[in-house]
């Protein structure tokens, strides 16, 4: 019942809403290039469904290239910093620089440096960038979270820096990477989007340059249409990623355990 109820719900507030809209579009005559119907949107969708559905993959193939580059990176900087206490304050801080950075500003210095005629390759690196911080921060938080008890165990058993690192550290820490990757795969996407329409580049060809593409034209129905996918496209990346989290962690972990 309470799995009914969950799925139920969410799609029953969502039938209601699009009736008031459609209704209220309806009812007071409001124009379409100020707020298409429901109705319009699907319409609008269909009828561009062939560059809707490329733009999407585009934008998705950016976001998981980027994305992956991130968690990459951020892994293996949160293992260094664990490792040396010297690095990780030495390096630390220009890691914060880099996040507290609005993409808007560096994504005009990246683009030119990288040129357009490789666009997807530097709105990958936007992508990453943005995302590089959440898991870069949430893994050294589990790597320092690990029980002292289990590591002394390790110690007394002549466990090498290594093999403590790979047999207890990392499996500690992996909570808090995919938590941390949860929250990077959506914000990705984010800075994808943020980025290509920074870029402002018709060589672009994501749900970014759609949206502003359709918004200069004033149709705005198919603006509606491309929101709507980058907005399924970025609870199908939580959604998997949540689906990864429950496979690792399903038989030990009791954050999964308790749901």
């Not at 959440?134 to 320092?144: A, D, F, I, N």
């Not at 029980?147 to 047999?167: E, H, I």
């Not at 500690?172 to 800075?191: C, D, E, Q, R």
Request: glycine share 6%; proline share 4%.
């Amino acid at each position: 019942m309470k799995r009914i109820l969950d799925i139920g719900l969410p799609f029953t507030v969502a039938a209601l809403v699009l009736g008031a809209w459609q209704w209220a579009v309806a009812h007071w005559q409001v124009p379409p290039y100020v707020l298409p119907a429901p109705s319009a949107i699907v319409t609008a969708f269909v009828n561009n469904f062939t560059s809707l559905v490329a733009a999407l993959a585009a934008t998705f193939l950016i976001t998981i290239a980027g994305f992956a580059g991130a968690v990459a990176a951020a892994l293996a900087l949160a293992i260094l910093f664990s490792q040396s206490r010297l690095i990780e304050r030495s390096l630390y801080p220009y890691a914060v620089i880099l996040q507290v950075t609005p993409v808007v500003a560096i994504a005009p210095l990246i683009l030119i440096w990288i040129g357009f005629e490789r666009i997807n390759l530097a709105l990958a690196l936007l992508a990453g960038l943005i995302a590089f911080f959440p898991v870069l921060t949430s893994t050294m938080l589990g790597l320092k979270s690990v029980d002292f008890n289990l590591l002394d165990l390790a110690r007394l058993y002549g466990a090498s820096r290594w093999q403590r690192l790979w047999k207890v550290q990392l499996p500690s820490a992996l909570p808090y990477l995919l938590s941390g990757m949860k929250t990077g795969g959506v914000i990705a996407l984010i800075g994808e989007v943020t980025a290509e329409f920074a870029a402002g580049s018709g060589t672009a060809s994501g749900l970014a340059w759609r949206i502003t593409e359709s918004s200069n034209r004033l149709e705005i129905a198919t603006t509606f249409a491309a929101l709507g996918l980058l907005a399924v496209l970025g609870v199908a990346i939580f959604a998997a990623l949540s689906l990864l989290e429950w496979a690792l962690l399903r038989r030990w972990h009791e954050s999964v355990l308790r749901s």
